[in-house]
């Protein structure tokens, strides 16, 4: 099976169909599946219809890039070692389903991708006449897009181009248009007053700000869009509901005779080696950390073939559906999803399956939907809604969504967040920046999670709020080089979502709480037996007197060693309502637990 997904130079021969010629392109990009992929809808052809799948591995997004946030000294990067994993795993498995379809996936690498996608088109001869593909969050993202259309209409205006928007559960064009619908759909009982001032509609803190249009379909539409997550998902949930999923296309033909080879995937190492190769510093970070991210990557790729690895560590569509319905009838109604995780059955781990398209949102909520334990799975739908929210608001922000004043709810009521800068002498910061980011603070919460990023490419949402809470509510650091290291090191990485809730936890975008995690009573919440933090950072062991104590929580109590390498005030990382009962007790945790 390896190797038939894998060939390479293999010639695609098969009977021109009747009908006439006309082919499809179809440009794959983060929607590496055929269910519920509109890209393979409204074919007109009688029979199988006559397609071209494309998949093109931009170089650009693989090779190091000034970074966001200190562009003169650090480099950064698109696609990160654990999400190239996942991606090279989607594009196999979505080639093999296009084969047993009687379709092809044509595979290119190139850091021209416009020019890819018009020297297929020429070397068709002119039957190709329309090229589909989907349109996605993040202004590189659009800027491609963009580009590509901007050089087919030039090169061959006859050729149709049809893109949409298919990455998000709700689709664009049924959401409320317009600062008034939005308004409406938010009271969708009370009357519309349409003599409402200009001004007063200005002053609504909830309201995002009109940005000019991107040139992707339906994305005018923003103007008015809530700020706020609450208010966005009652306003989308009142005016509409996710579109019915589309069903897998049942055969597929190719051309008759396709004047160059398939193509074959890169390597990972091939991925991989401009990160080893850089000369400049990637985000601060030693060469032997980044050499150790993309080793990490490599054995997480052979171990997925290990029959004694329980995590779904796998890309691809075959791969989502079947975990999917795994989770949803043995473990969804039962996940205790707000731990630190040491059990992988208490979250749904499905979303580096979003983040390549293998799975839509629409698919998940109807299987979600459907499943025998609907009403206790119903958290899964909500978080699609949760993740919609944040794509959107990528959209809708434009450059504001990158930049580091960020996009508050309302700049008038709050002052301006004061980001210590790496460039004013403060000799503390950059130490302080890669202790955190190579797991090394001396709060054990934070590092157990960087260093589970570092070795997997993942962790869960509970510890990623408090890893983010320390670097920016804490060190004051950046917020923007905290989402820079996530891209680098996701399995599961997002331009919205993951951007998106680095803004929302950082006090700088639209969270109207302010939140700031206080990472030991966080830890005796959700670990409070300790196994998450002892899982991976085994030096705990050695300063623990016993099974019993709370060394785990606070080993500075009982290690003067780790109290002097601490980068934070252990203080600021308790409530005040724990902190009392240290005082008082001694103790955090009950005596029942000792």
Not at 144 to 154: E, F, G, M, P
Not at 405 to 420: H, N, Y
Not at 474 to 497: S, T
Not at 520 to 526: I, M, N, T
């Amino acid at each position: 099976m390896a190797a038939s997904l894998l060939r390479a130079n293999a010639l695609v021969q098969t009977k021109r169909p009747k009908s006439g010629g006309k082919v499809r392109l179809v440009w794959h990009r983060r929607d590496l599946r055929l269910q519920d992929n509109w890209l393979y809808s409204n074919l007109e052809s009688d029979e199988s219809p006559v397609v071209i799948s494309l998949f093109i591995f931009n170089k650009l997004d693989f090779q190091p890039r000034p970074s966001t946030c200190r562009p003169n000294e650090w480099d950064a990067v698109n696609i990160g070692p654990h999400a190239a994993r996942i991606l090279l795993d989607s594009v196999q498995d979505l080639r093999a389903s296009l084969r047993a379809k009687g379709g092809e996936l044509i595979i290119r690498k190139s850091s021209n991708v416009a020019d890819v996608i018009c020297k297929l088109i020429s070397e068709q001869n002119g039957s190709i006449y329309e090229v589909y593909w989907n349109e996605e969050p993040g202004m590189i993202e659009l800027q491609q897009s963009k580009l590509v259309k901007r050089a087919i209409q030039d090169r061959f205006p006859d050729v149709q181009i049809e893109t949409s928007m298919q990455y998000t559960l709700y689709h664009p064009d049924d959401l409320p248009n317009g600062k008034m619908e939005w308004q409406h759909q938010l009271s969708p009982n009370k009357p519309k007053n349409r003599r409402r001032s200009t001004r007063q509609q200005q002053n609504t803190s909830s309201v995002a700000t009109q940005i000019p249009p991107s040139g992707s379909k339906g994305l005018e539409r923003w103007d008015g869009m809530p700020k706020i997550m609450g208010d966005f998902r009652k306003a989308a949930r009142n005016k509409t509901k996710p579109r019915k999923c589309k069903p897998a296309p049942a055969q597929l033909q190719v051309p008759e005779i396709i004047s160059s080879d398939s193509g074959e995937c890169p390597t990972l190492e091939e991925l991989t080696n401009p990160l080893v190769d850089c000369k400049r510093p990637i985000l601060g970070l030693s060469k032997e950390l980044v050499a150790k991210i993309v080793d990490n990557s490599k054995n997480r790729s052979r171990e997925k073939n290990q029959s004694s690895f329980s995590f779904s560590t796998t890309g691809g569509e075959k791969a989502g559906l079947q975990h999917l319905s795994d989770f949803l009838a043995n473990h969804g109604s039962t996940a205790e999803r707000n731990l630190a995780e040491t059990n992988p059955n208490n979250s749904a781990h499905i979303s580096h399956y979003l983040a390549f398209g293998c799975l839509s949102p629409r698919k998940i909520v109807e299987e979600a939907s459907n499943c025998v334990d609907s009403e206790e799975c119903r958290w899964v739908i909500s978080h699609m809604t949760m993740r919609d929210f944040f794509l959107y608001t990528c959209m809708a922000s434009g450059p504001n969504f990158y930049q580091l004043d960020g996009i508050p709810i309302s700049k008038k009521k709050k002052q301006p967040v004061v980001w210590k800068s790496f460039e004013d002498g403060n000799k503390e910061l950059e130490p302080h920046w890669t202790r955190w980011a190579s797991g090394n603070t001396g709060l054990p919460l934070v590092d157990a999670a960087m260093r589970e990023l570092i070795n997997t490419g993942y962790c869960s949402n509970r510890v990623r709020q408090n890893v983010a809470s320390v670097l920016t509510k804490d060190l004051g650091i950046d917020w923007r080089a905290g989402a820079e290291l996530f891209q680098l090191l996701l399995e599961d990485h997002c331009v919205g979502a993951n951007w998106g809730n680095w803004l929302y936890f950082s006090g700088v975008g639209p969270d109207p709480k302010q939140r700031h995690f206080r990472t030991v009573s966080q830890a005796l919440k959700y670990d409070e037996t300790g196994s998450y933090v002892m899982k991976w950072l085994p030096e705990l062991k050695k300063v623990m007197k016993d099974n019993d104590d709370e060394t785990f929580l606070r080993p500075w109590d009982f290690c003067e060693k780790w109290k002097k390498n601490m980068i934070v005030n252990p203080e600021s990382q308790y409530t005040w309502q724990d902190m009392s009962s240290l005082n008082e007790t001694g103790l955090l945790r009950s005596k029942a637990l000792h």
